[in-house]
């Protein structure tokens, strides 16, 4: 390799190696153009897509073109939004004008929306570049897609929102947006070893989004640190009068919450959630490492017995909306859909309408059995899945530990503090009230900081806080 070249190479690793946050500061001051930044991305793409195959629609030359005309206007001295140059991936279910968005499905293939989702426009408007869409599974269901774990490529990414997680994992772009009906984020971003960001039910809107379960689809995000997280989400966020989940209410100060210090050091409470005898020992293991890392600032507490019933309200719900929801689809292509979406579809219609109904009480009823432990600490922490990534991309994995949480509508948040003896990621989950999540985010920079960093560096931090 000539020196140029090899001089070009590392720019563009110095160049992808930056945090969101960082690269953010960097294009906004001109010191980082958006073009070199969304090359390197491109360029990213092209070394690691073959193995990794998490893009369902990428075209280099419109998100050069996009990055172009946002330097040109940095240059011209006119505003430039919060995401100013920022290359984004966008799950394959959420709608772009102009751009395909086929719902991991056959029967959507070649569908062209003829306008933007709510939170695409919310991007644009913050100068954020849609640098392509990420695979779904089918229909944001079980079947999988063709995305690999970028960890391993013989081990599932997880799913539904397959390749945003697998995309951020592999340093392609900084940061992607998914969505969860069951652990659809929280599940990808543990196998994939990044953050993932579930807010609280309708703190973003899901206007153009593909509707599964209006009671319990949730946009989230993925990033590679905790303050890139809530960098994007607080641009998402915000009432959407098409949505009803959403409230005309301030947009929470998510990224300058989650770069400020506790004022003390956060206490946590320790949830063995149902299956988790079943978990993989190594998950275990490390979850018993981290309590006693964190010593007396956690405890543990069981998890009230309503939630034993939790995963089954869930499933009850998700099936009869999704019967309901995906009725044009079916009716489109049945003979097109995988046999897991066709049963899920069938279990669905035989749910009965009181069981429906009462199912709807839940959300309310396991939030109230909550309180009394969230008035013992700052946040919950439990594992994010029963073990990393399993071998095999027949299945996505167990969302047994995350639809609980979906079902309750709280924030959940999962760091990569974990790795299994084999070499892949594992995830620990935190959960705090619906509404609170930028204390959440907050609580997780500084479990993340603090567990995180065998440098010397959380340990000076440790010990300031203690």
Request: with cysteine; glycine share 10%; charged share 20%.
């Amino acid at each position: 390799m000539a020196q140029s070249d090899r001089r070009r190479v590392a720019e563009a690793g110095a160049v992808l190696a930056l945090g969101a946050v960082e690269a953010r500061d960097r294009l906004a001051s001109g010191a980082l153009r958006a073009v070199d930044y969304t090359e390197a991305c491109l360029a990213r793409i092209a070394e690691a897509e073959p193995q990794v195959q998490a893009w369902t629609w990428l075209d280099g030359d419109h998100a050069v073109a996009q990055a172009r005309a946002l330097d040109q206007r940095r240059l011209s001295g006119a505003p430039i939004g919060p995401l100013h140059g920022l290359p984004v991936g966008l799950k394959d279910i959420i709608d772009t004008a102009g751009i395909p968005t086929e719902n991991g499905t056959a029967v959507d293939a070649g569908r062209v929306p003829a306008a933007d989702a709510v939170i695409v426009a919310r991007l644009k408007a913050a100068g954020a570049i849609v640098i392509g869409k990420t695979v779904t599974t089918e229909g944001a269901y079980l079947h999988p897609g063709k995305t690999r774990n970028p960890h391993d490529a013989g081990h599932t990414p997880g799913g539904s929102s397959s390749g945003s997680a697998a995309a951020v994992a592999a340093g392609m772009v900084p940061l992607a947006i998914g969505t969860q009906t069951g652990g659809s984020v929280i599940r990808p971003a543990a196998y994939c070893g990044v953050v993932g960001f579930k807010p609280s039910f309708g703190l973003i809107p899901r206007t153009g989004i593909l509707t599964q379960s209006p009671f319990l689809d949730t946009v989230g995000v993925f990033a590679r640190s905790v303050a890139d997280a809530a960098l994007l989400v607080e641009v998402l966020a915000g009432h959407d009068p098409a949505d009803p989940a959403t409230a005309p209410l301030p947009v929470p100060r998510l990224l300058s919450v989650a770069q400020s210090r506790p004022p003390v050091p956060p206490t946590f409470a320790v949830l063995r959630p149902p299956g988790y005898d079943e978990a993989d020992p190594e998950m275990r293991e490390a979850m018993d490492e981290l309590c006693g890392l964190l010593g007396g600032q956690c405890f543990e507490v069981p998890l009230p017995a309503a939630f034993d019933e939790a995963d089954k309200v869930r499933k009850r719900i998700n099936f009869a909306e999704m019967a309901k929801c995906y009725y044009a689809l079916e009716r489109r292509g049945r003979a097109q859909l995988s046999a897991e979406l066709r049963a899920a579809l069938d279990e669905g219609k035989a749910v009965p309408a009181r069981d429906y109904i009462a199912a709807l009480d839940w959300r309310g009823l396991l939030n109230a059995a909550l309180d009394p432990i969230f008035e013992r600490c700052d946040a919950i922490i439990t594992a994010a899945t029963p073990g990393p990534a399993p071998k095999g991309l027949a299945g996505t994995g167990s969302p047994i530990f995350n639809g609980l949480w979906t079902l309750c509508g709280t924030p959940a948040v999962t760091l990569p503090l974990m790795w299994s003896g084999g070499g892949l990621p594992m995830g620990v989950q935190m959960i705090a009230r619906a509404g609170d999540d930028a204390r959440l985010l907050r609580n997780a920079r500084w479990l993340s900081e603090f567990a995180g960093s065998p440098d010397g560096g959380a340990a000076s931090d440790r010990e300031q806080d203690q």
